[in-house]
């Protein structure tokens, strides 16, 4: 079914589909009309759900943990100071391996206060152990929604799924929506290998020593390294599964392709421009103006940012002349961290073997700016042309 709708309610119409059992929420703008939309489907009956609003973010997050032990499947979203607010029970999501789905709608985070967007939210959590997914556009919403419950029971880690606010939270575009019976074919009841039963008394993630040691049973159980270890390890080999997943959504849906990346115009191209979420697709028409100049350029939008995509970047950018990284968002002190990761990935696999592209880094549309796409154009043509720079460039800055 096509219909023309805004960003936040494909999420919600995603998390229906999902068949998750609990919502737990607290309004923040631009997130709120997803968790309204959600709590209108469970009040008329169309979502059978517990939905369950909370005093603060801190405890939307916390009654999914405890939903999510439980055996449920749950669901949240929050934006900007609401995911800062999480950033306890964030770390604690991860560690307990709870496969936990997360709307983040970007926005920028105070002070001082702004409620336009960037990606700075998300990003300033991107090492709390959570899989990150970003979206250009209404369809990879509600289908990364899916694609996530069934990513995140696989391998028992919370996901967040990222969008830009307003930008793609508000507006309207046409998508699909999957049909019931193909998401059921595509993603199972949740059935977790261990799920708290009050018939069953335990206790879950008590105070863990720094040594290995025997448990309850008299068997040795992992220390506070292993346990993270592990996850780390398990992200990592989570890409893998990703690529599991996004084949069956292709068999069952008709659609999808690269879980990792999306590149528009790059197989020929000399220069690509890298980026997160809907700016990527702004890029577009970027490159179209500089094709027609006579420049091989190209743009590759990022999917996965955590586990970071490392070898599939590094052999999408191989022998590539030019690497240019629009960011909206900082490290600060430093440069993006987009930007940062992708040179460590292309130095690791690259370096040494002659197609090391040159990389640079575009800050733009922080707490909202304006990206102006001739700025954009002219930004990526003056880097293009040779005039390199190893500190971040700013678009827009008045200073």
């Not at 055996?71 to 609401?82: I, L």
């Not at 068997?219 to 592990?230: P, Q, S, V």
């Not at 780390?232 to 959504?249: D, G, Q, Y």
């Not at 939008?301 to 970047?313: K, S, V």
Request: proline letters at 5%; charged letters at 20%.
């Amino acid at each position: 079914m096509h219909i023309i709708e805004n960003g936040n309610v494909a999420a919600a119409l995603g998390v229906m589909l999902c068949r998750v059992n609990v919502i737990a929420a607290y309004p923040i703008t631009p997130q709120t009309p997803l968790t309204e939309k959600l709590s209108e489907y469970v009040e008329s009956g169309e979502m059978k759900a517990e939905y369950i609003p909370v005093e603060s973010e801190h405890s939307a997050l916390a009654v999914c943990i405890a939903a999510s032990s439980a055996g449920g499947r749950s669901f949240t979203a929050t934006s900007a100071n609401g995911l800062l607010y999480m950033h306890e029970q964030v770390q604690w999501a991860a560690g307990a391996r709870l496969p936990i789905v997360m709307c983040v709608v970007n926005r920028a985070v105070g002070a001082p206060w702004n409620v336009w967007n960037d990606q700075q939210d998300s990003i300033s959590q991107r090492d709390t152990g959570w899989i990150q997914i970003y979206c250009a556009d209404h369809q990879q919403i509600i289908d990364s929604i899916i694609k996530a419950y069934w990513l995140a029971e696989k391998v028992s880690i919370p996901i967040m799924v990222c969008y830009d606010g307003y930008i793609l939270s508000h507006t309207y575009m046409p998508f699909d929506v999957p049909d019931q019976k193909k998401v059921d074919d595509f993603l199972p009841p949740f059935n977790p290998d261990y799920a708290l039963n009050p018939h069953e008394p335990a206790n879950l993630n008590t105070v863990t020593l720094p040594d290995v040691r025997l448990d309850v049973r008299g068997e040795l159980a992992h220390g506070y390294m292993e346990i993270r270890y592990l996850l780390h390890e398990e992200m990592r080999k989570s890409l893998t599964v990703a690529a599991e997943a996004e084949k069956r959504f292709v068999d069952i849906f008709g659609r999808g392709g690269d879980p990792y990346i999306e590149p528009y115009l790059c197989d020929d191209a000399e220069y690509v421009a890298v980026g997160l979420g809907s700016l990527t697709y702004q890029l577009r028409v970027c490159v179209d103006t500089l094709r027609k100049e006579g420049i091989k350029a190209g743009v590759m939008g990022i999917r996965f940012y955590r586990p970071f995509p490392d070898i599939a970047l590094a052999n999408a950018l191989k022998g590539k002349k030019g690497v240019i990284v629009f960011e909206k968002a900082l490290s600060y002190g430093y440069e993006g961290a987009l930007v940062s990761d992708l040179k460590s990935a292309l130095y690791e696999h690259l370096a040494g073997t002659g197609t090391l592209p040159v990389v640079q880094n575009i800050i733009a549309g922080i707490g909202g700016r304006k990206i102006r796409t001739e700025d954009l154009t002219q930004n990526l043509r003056t880097a293009i042309k040779g005039q390199v720079t190893y500190e971040p460039v700013w678009i827009g800055l008045e200073i």
